[in-house]
Each structure stands twice: as structure tokens, then as C-alpha cells.
């Protein structure tokens, strides 16, 4: 276990040494995370507005971003006191991160393997191509990356709840769930379904075997009612994301069709390195998976497979060898029907995701086989081959890697240093809906440049009139306006659902989005005012809060009921006590 952990740390080395670097979302997370302490600051633990994104022009990034992966990067800052650069605080975190999801994929795989076949499948996890390489360091996908470390906790949770009927199991899968649904809601949808399968297969698979334990129907009720609480307490996050979607710039999303990203086409080193790249990894892990298969079979038509557990029979394997080929089919653009309207799965942007259900479950095919199969030679020989797989994935990501830091100096952080982190510019999906913004940088600055780096906070773009003062405030406006007709006066905010008005006198003014660059916008009548202009939570806001509230409240009282019902069950199990025994005990 101590080498696989060495040998873990060897590929975050240059993380630890040059920080967070270049990638294509690496940007993001610095903006989101200097916008969320300075929210933090500000007394907001749970911000949805950024007022100082965009140039101190705002995003509604925070109403639609999941908070997991920016909340753990502020907490690993508050850890070190503030004193790291923010480069390093990310990649720390990204390490602990990649730390934890070995150690959790370790669990998992010790309910079916040995612990050394199991520490080196959490080494496998963590060190996997599509999870370090590609989200860590080439995308910088923050978010996805996180999502690794709740899987094979969820996976464990439930199959450990499944031979034990603890209670504790049931917790850890509730805050597991919860956890994915705060990480990655995409993950979510990919991984909901896999699991889903899992349960209902060793569930009945544990009924026919008479296994003890609550009934069927108990246990699966159980389990699902506490999985939808959890989901529900994350309703705070994606109860406001879902309904307000269409208020932003999300068509950016969708620039680039989800078939166009389909894999084993257009294949190519030069010009489509990344798909070429994705196509190899998903290449290997089918070509394992059938391999994996394939000693299986063979053993079981030798009747060399030893008796079979939860989660081990013929009938699991099977399942996760049919997941991969369903996910290679996806990858590939076949049963493209599952991808469009109104499948909820049209969102998935990039069929490449599936990797990280594909990495999961390959792993775990490992180690139910190696559960199965209890002799040496066959144990040797699939080691051999695996071993032999996995040490030329480590030499292709040690190339990939000295190939990004070669020439990379440690000193000049140069996303720190770029326009886009130095202007807080978000993401196109989070421009203001509607305004003519350019999505490439280069382009944006530019027409954003009047605007930039004015001190104007404030200013009339109808009628007569002048701004007499402004305060601002962390986005809270107040200004002294004289009209002599009536005005709009824009504030330097973009427009989102949430802006409130209000004059002297306190009426509520509406506010629009009446510029082209779609500034918030009021208008007063003739006169001298003071208005305030502010954001409060949208109605949708409380109702997620109150869902959530009201969810994990229910999640705790089922969880309480049923560890109750439970040692209930156990003292009615318990044998009567001697009086002897009796008199012992007292």
C-alpha cells in the first residue's frame, strides 16, 4: 500500500511542484475560487451571484456551477491559513482529492479482493488516464475529477448495507449521494443508473441464496427512500440550476452537437489528437473487459470459479461486462437515441464522460474476477496482462506529463498572470442571455473594453438627467440620481433574474435589461431619488432551501426509525440470559 501510495503522489509531483496549470478549465476554478472567498468575506457561505466576475460585472455562475470542488479548495486554503497561492492551493486539493478516491475505490474492491490486489486497484483508480490525465491536468474539469471520489463510495455503501443491514451503511450512502449530486450532476446521471442495477441484481441475487436480513421489499424500500432524501438535501444546489437554466447563456453549452464528439472516428495524432486519445483508452478498457470475460468463461466451463457471493456471481459479471460494451456503444455514436431530445442525457455534452463510469467499472470487473477464480495460475496469468496494461498507461501519462512541464517554469504561473483570471471572465455559458459577447477572450476584452476598468459604476442611457453619487458594494448599489425627464439608469452589473430596485420612499422598481450589453436597467420619473439597487434570493432559492431542509430532516428521522427497528430486531434475536449469566452481567 505504501508504493502504490508513493507511485500516486510520483504523478501529482508536478502538480505540487508547478501548481495548477494550464488546462482548458484551470482558469474557471481560479475565478470561482477568488470569487468565493471574496464572498466568503463578505459573510456569504453559499453565494449564487459573483459580483466581481466579468470584470466587476457579474455571473450567475455560482446559480448553475455545483459548489463541492470550489467549497474543498477554500477549505484546504483556510487549512493552510491563506499562505499558499491559489495555484497550489488547487493542486493540493486535487491531490487529497485523487488520495481519497484510491482509498475509497480500496474499500470497495476489499469486499471482493485481497488487499494488495485491492490497494493497487485504488492506485489503478486515482492513476487511471481519463481520470488524472484528462480531467486533472489536460482539462482541468475540476468538478468531473471530484465526482471519482464518491463512486466506489456510493457502490460500497450500498453493497455493505446489503450484507450487513447497518444502518451506518445507510448513512454513508446518503451522504455519499448527496455529495455526488453537490460535485457533478452529470456524474449523477451517468453513475445513477449503474448503481441502480447493481442493487436490484445482488438484492435478488441475496434472496435467492436466503441470505438473513430484512426481506426484500424492506431492504429495497430502505434504500431508496433514503437515496431520494439525499438527493433531495442537494436540491439546494440543483433545484435553482435546473429552473433557472434557460436565464442564462446556456446555448454556449451546446455550441458543438454531442455527436460530433463520438468515438473510434475520425481518428487522428495531428488533427484530432483528443478524440484519437480518447479513443485509445476506451479501446484498451473494452479489449480488458472481454479479456476479463474471457477467463471467467473459460474457468466456469472448467467449473474452476469458487462459490459464488453478493456481488460475485455470474450474473454480476455480466452486468459489468454488458455497462462497458454499452458505454463503448454510446462512445462510438450507436443507440444515438439515448442522446437527443428530450432525453435528459442530450446535456451530457461530450460522450467521452462515459470514461469515468467505464474506469469504475473495469476495476471493479477486476476484482470480483480475481474473487471468482481461486486458482494461481489463473490469478498469474490475468496479473500479468493487467500489470503489463496499466504499467504502459503510467509510461504514456509520465510522457504526456513531461511533455506539458518540460519547459514550464515554476516561478510565472501563467494562468494566474492571463487576461481571463486577471478580469475574472467566466465561462460563454454564463455570459449575459442575449448580449453580442464574442466567447474567445481575445475578442471579449475588446468589446468590453469602455467598460473594463471604468470607475463609472453608474449612468443614464435614456433621458435627461445626471448620477449625483454612487456606493457600491459587493453588488449592492446605492446612487443619488436628478432627472430632469425620466431616465434608465444602468448599473455596471449584468442583468439576472434576482435584481431589486427600490427608491426613497421604498416602492419597488422593476428592473430590466434594457442595454445591448444587458446592464440592469431602471427607470425613474422626473426628480431627484435615491434608489437602491441589490440582489435578493429568487423565490426558487428558498424553495430548494426549505426542500433541502425539510429532506435531510425526513433522512435523519428514517435513518433514526430504522436503527431503531433494528436493534429492536437484535434484542428479539438475542438468546434469554441464565440467571447465572444474568448475575454475571450484573
Known amino acids: 500500500m505504501l508504493a502504490c501510495g508513493v507511485v500516486l503522489l510520483a504523478l501529482f509531483a508536478p502538480a505540487l511542484v508547478f501548481g495548477a496549470r494550464a488546462s482548458d478549465d484551470i482558469p474557471w476554478h481560479f475565478i470561482w475560487l477568488q470569487s468565493y472567498l471574496d464572498a466568503v468575506r463578505h459573510g456569504e457561505l453559499y453565494p449564487r451571484w459573483m459580483p466581481d466576475a466579468m ?15 470550489t467549497m474543498f479548495f477554500a477549505l484546504v486554503d483556510m487549512i493552510f491559513l491563506h499562505q499558499l497561492p491559489l495555484a497550489y492551493v488547487i493542486a493540493v486539493s486535487a ?35 481519463y481520470h488524472l490525465l484528462t480531467d486533472y491536468y489536460n482539462r482541468g ?56 442495477a447493481y442493487v436490484l441484481l445482488a438484492l435478488f441475487g441475496r434472496q435467492r441464496r436466503g441470505n438473513a436480513g430484512p426481506g426484500i421489499t424492506v431492504t429495497l424500500a430502505s434504500m431508496v427512500a433514503v437515496a431520494l432524501l439525499a438527493v ?18 446556456t446555448a454556449a453549452l451546446y455550441a458543438r452537437p454531442i455527436e460530433a464528439t463520438r468515438l473510434f472516428a475520425r481518428l487522428s495524432v495531428h488533427d484530432n489528437p ?31 470459479v469458487a462459490p459464488a457471493g453478493l456481488g460475485t456471481s455470474g450474473a454480476t459479471v455480466l452486468m459489468w461486462t454488458v455497462v462497458t460494451a454499452l458505454c463503448g456503444l454510446f462512445m462510438w455514436g450507436k443507440l444515438g437515441f439515448v442522446f437527443e431530445a428530450p432525453s435528459p442525457y442530450r446535456s451530457l455534452q461530450f460522450l467521452s464522460r462515459l470514461l469515468i463510469v467505464v474506469e469504475f467499472v473495469l476495476l471493479t470487473l477486476v476484482a470480483v474476477v480475481f474473487a471468482v477464480l481461486p486458482a494461481p495460475a489463473e490469478r498469474q496469468r490475468i496479473a500479468s496482462v493487467l500489470l503489463l496494461v496499466f504499467a504502459g498507461l503510467l509510461v504514456y501519462q509520465a510522457l504526456a506529463l513531461f511533455k506539458k512541464f518540460e519547459h514550464m517554469p515554476i516561478a510565472v504561473n501563467e494562468v494566474a498572470l492571463s487576461p481571463r483570471v486577471q478580469y475574472r471572465i467566466t465561462p460563454p455559458e454564463y455570459y449575459p442571455k442575449g448580449a453580442p459577447f464574442a466567447s474567445a477572450v481575445d475578442q471579449l476584452l475588446p468589446q468590453l473594453a469602455p467598460h473594463l476598468d471604468a470607475s463609472e459604476q453608474a ?13 457600491q458594494s459587493h453588488g449592492d448599489f446605492v446612487l443619488r440620481v436628478t432627472a430632469a425627464t425620466a431616465v434608465s439608469v444602468a448599473i ?22 434594457a442595454t445591448p450589453f444587458r446592464f440592469a436597467t431602471v427607470q425613474v420619473g422626473a426628480g431627484t431619488h435615491t434608489l437602491r439597487i441589490a440582489r435578493e434570493p429568487l423565490p426558487v432559492e428558498g424553495w430548494a432551501k426549505k426542500l433541502s431542509s425539510l429532506s435531510l430532516a425526513l433522512l435523519l428521522m428514517v435513518l433514526g426509525a430504522l436503527g431503531w427497528a433494528a436493534r429492536r430486531r437484535a434484542s428479539r434475536a438475542a438468546p434469554a440470559m441464565s440467571p447465572a449469566t444474568l448475575n454475571r452481567s450484573r
Open 55 to 69: 470584470a466587476g460585472m457579474g455571473s450567475p455562475a455560482f446559480y448553475f456551477y455545483p459548489p463541492f470542488a
Open 95 to 129: 491531490c487529497a482529492m485523487g488520495l481519497a478516491s484510491a482509498a475509497f475505490f480500496y474499500s470497495w474492491a476489499r469486499n471482493f479482493a485481497s488487499v494488495r490486489v485491492s490497494a493497487l486497484l485504488g492506485l489503478a483508480y486515482a492513476a487511471a488516464p
Open 141 to 196: 474539469a475540476l468538478g468531473e475529477y471530484a465526482a471519482y471520489v464518491w463512486v466506489p463510495l456510493i457502490f460500497h455503501a450500498a453493497h455493505r448495507y446489503l450484507v450487513t443491514a447497518g444502518v451506518r451503511w445507510l448513512a454513508l450512502l446518503a451522504a455519499a449521494v448527496t455529495g455526488l449530486f453537490f460535485t457533478h450532476l452529470l456524474s449523477a446521471m451517468i453513475v445513477g443508473p449503474v448503481i441502480a
Open 232 to 249: 433531495g438535501v442537494a436540491g439546494l444546489y440543483f433545484i435553482p440550476a435546473l429552473t433557472l437554466f434557460d436565464a442564462a447563456n
Open 274 to 304: 483528443v478524440v484519437t486519445r480518447y479513443t485509445l483508452f476506451a479501446a484498451i478498457y473494452l479489449a480488458l473487459t472481454a479479456y476479463l470475460l474471457a477467463e471467467y468463461l473459460r474457468a466456469r466451463r472448467r467449473a474452476a
Open 459 to 471: 449612468w443614464i442611457v435614456d433621458g435627461s438627467g445626471r448620477i449625483e453619487t454612487v456606493a
Open 492 to 513: 455596471r452589473q449584468f442583468y439576472f433574474p434576482g435584481w431589486v430596485a427600490q427608491d426613497q420612499q421604498g416602492r419597488r422598481l422593476p428592473v430590466t435589461a
